[in-house]
């Protein structure tokens, strides 16, 4: 099995799909090109918490139940007067309204505001880097990210990168889909066209040259 078929196998795995799903064999030349979107600088969706997200739960007039809380592996959080509070995949907003709801129970009218200090983020909103990045890994997304902010945060590419046939998997429309990315353009050529906008759940794929 090569290397950039092993790393297709592992995408497929990351992605949760079936090899009926995911076609691992496709030449990667048949790829069409990512598309470019131009970044833009406005805001993006809004943030939605995941498992080990660090947040500041503020109560007004209330500081005793003001607190700092760790949203737990199983996605659920614990507070004064709270003991199980479901918290992934909401926005800070919804969370807030929540916890208002479990409060209002031993408090008249509290008034709570929910700030994400330490950001992951849930499983489907992460992009994940496989194969020759310096630290291949999942990063949280957010709002406007483009490829090179990716690269940047994984350290780059290792010496045996094969930069310009990365593949980016991504699902759209309830489809997935496989692109080709040229990395190393854009990073030692300075290709802007190459700096595409990445989306939450994306999964980098960077094989190794075969020189």
Known sequence: MTRILFLRLLACVFLGVGLAGCDVFRSYDRLPPAPFIAPNEGPGPSYLIG?????????????ELTVGVTVRPDGRLSMPLIDDLPATGKTPSDLARDIEEELSVYIQGPVVTVVVSGFNGPFSQQVRVLGEAGTPQAIPYRANMTLLDVMIQVGGLTEFAAGDRATLVRFEDGEQREYRVKIESLIKDGDINANIKILPGDVLIIPESFL
């Open 51 to 63: 498992p080990l997200d660090s947040l500041n739960v503020f109560v007004w007039r209330n500081p």
